[in-house]
């Protein structure tokens, strides 16, 4: 039982804050193959279920946090608008998991109406570059970092 925690570690973890997963997994003493594959499998089960659950989140997410009436227009809002325009699909699945969560990319890719398929494809090619990055990176720089495992033996 207690050698699945470090692969569901890794898994959970990608899933609500991206590059957690990487760094984690080094951490654990995994293979960079291994990493990729949990991380990039945790970012897109959260793609998959917020992509497939998101009318039900569109119907039922403003009876939980509408205490007051927002703002539609906000300086955060507006530099989404400027990034979704420039770079479409393609520029919010490149930078959701470095600079979003995979949760707050996915809501923001569906509130724009992007298209469920091409979230999906953009979000897996996402998580497959940066994953593979950030675990090359951590991996070679693990004793910089200080991301060795420790064993008691």
Known sequence: MTEIIPYFTVYASSAIRFFLGPALGVGYGLGVG????????????TVFFI???????????????????????????????????????KGVAFITPILLSPVIGVILLNAVGAKKKEIIKWMFISAIIWSSIESILFNLFKDALGLISSTIE
């Open 34 to 45: 291994v990493i990729v594959l949990l991380t990039t499998a945790g970012m897109m089960s």
């Open 51 to 89: 992509t497939l659950l998101d009318r039900i989140i569109q119907i039922f997410m403003p009876n939980f946090f509408s205490l007051k009436k927002r703002k539609k227009f906000t300086p955060r809002t507006r530099k989404f608008i400027k990034i979704w325009k420039y770079s479409g699909i």
